[in-house]
């Protein structure tokens, strides 16, 4: 497999001029383009929002009942995690003050 190094390093493929989606210059708007030419309005954001669906309400959750292993598995993980804590908290001030 041949590889072409030629370039410099500090020369990004976007600095080169290569785009992995080909798109004609006059497509190409830049972002002070697209704030300058934005005039949505609020019936235009109602409309997207309409259109898709984020006015639905949302659906019902609720709380999952957990196996009695599950809930020992939990139980000992945040044992752990204190456990942790208080090593982590003796390994700090045994550190600062010493």
Known sequence: MNQDNRSP???TRRSK??????????????????DRNAHDSSADI???AHAEGWL???????????????????????????VMLIIMGWGFFH???G
């Open 17 to 34: 001029g290569v785009s992995r989606i080909p798109v004609p210059r006059r497509v190409r708007a830049s972002q002070r383009d697209l």
């Open 56 to 82: 639905t309400p949302l659906i019902p959750i609720q709380r999952v009942r957990l196996r009695p292993w599950q809930q020992a598995i939990f139980w000992g993980l945040r044992l752990y995690i204190g």
């Open 46 to 48: 109602a409309a997207i």
């Open 9 to 11: 390093a500090s020369e």
């Open 95 to 97: 550190a600062a003050g």
